[in-house]
């Protein structure tokens, strides 16, 4: 739920960053809006979700379009530059992102702190590991509700979405609900281990925290999991 004046206004200016690029093209703001909405709701969950399928994570800071564009590029094995835009993009934002994480969870501030302190120092088999135990307390602080678990209404029937996202998909207030397209199926960071071999990387919780995967402490896949980390908290609040 949005819960103040900020917030709404956060989010006003999201949107108001996404109608603008298409002001020009349009001279009936109807037509514009209606396009907007049609583009976004068709094309940004199938970026979102071909992005994680690389362990990246878009937050609300981005305009729908990046997802779609970036999405695209990753269809035509353009790997390394999807890659490089989003390491220098979240190298750049880092502290910003350290920001919104602490301004939303003040009482995890000593954590989260610790985790991205630990990226910028290089250490990245500490930050990851220590940042991706919070996933699930960002979402558990908002609803009791885990991400690493399975809705128990879909175990039955071998589906898996994070428990957390039945709770966001209700949410009346919360606003570009596509974003949550990358937990409407199960992704690098969540699959069970033994279908890990479908995506292109390898970078999984329980692999990692369970001490099975041993490689995974470099530059790339810490900020993957600092996307991750900063996707769960925009769509949380």
Same mark, same amino acid.
């Given at each position: 739920m949005l819960r103040n004046t900020e917030e709404i206004k956060e989010r006003i200016e999201i949107l108001q960053d996404a109608l603008k690029e298409y002001t020009d093209n349009y001279q009936n703001p109807f037509a514009m809006i209606t396009q907007i909405m049609k583009t976004i709701e068709e094309k940004t969950?199938?970026?979102?979700?071909?992005?994680?399928?690389y362990g990246w994570y $878009?937050?609300?800071?981005?305009?729908?379009?990046?997802? $779609?564009?970036?999405?695209?590029?990753?269809?035509?094995?353009?790997?390394?530059?999807?890659?490089?835009?989003? $390491? @220098?993009?979240? +190298? @750049? +934002? &880092?502290? @910003?992102? +350290?920001?919104?994480?602490?301004?939303? @969870?003040?009482?995890?501030?000593?954590? &989260?702190? +610790?985790g991205i302190q630990n990226h910028r120092n290089k250490n990245y088999f500490s930050s990851i590991t220590l940042l991706l135990t919070q996933a699930d307390g960002l979402c558990y602080d908002k609803s009791k509700k885990l991400f690493f678990k399975n809705n128990s209404k879909l175990t039955r029937r071998k589906k898996y979405k994070p428990e957390i996202e039945e709770i966001l998909a209700n949410d009346s207030v919360l606003l570009l609900k596509e974003f949550l397209a990358p937990m409407n199926e199960p992704t690098a960071i969540n699959e069970h281990s033994s279908n890990l071999e479908k995506f292109p990387v390898r970078l999984n919780r329980h692999e990692i925290l369970h001490g099975i995967d041993s490689n995974y402490g470099s530059k790339i896949n810490s900020l993957k999991i600092i996307s991750f980390l900063s996707y769960i908290n925009d769509v949380l609040h």
């Open positions: 969950p199938d970026g979102l979700r071909e992005l994680a399928k $878009i937050d609300y800071s981005h305009l729908p379009k990046t997802s $779609i564009e970036l999405g695209e590029k990753l269809k035509k094995g353009k790997v390394e530059e999807v890659d490089q835009f989003l $390491i @220098n993009y979240y +190298e @750049n +934002e &880092l502290e @910003n992102i +350290e920001t919104r994480l602490i301004k939303k @969870n003040q009482h995890r501030e000593g954590v &989260l702190k +610790e």
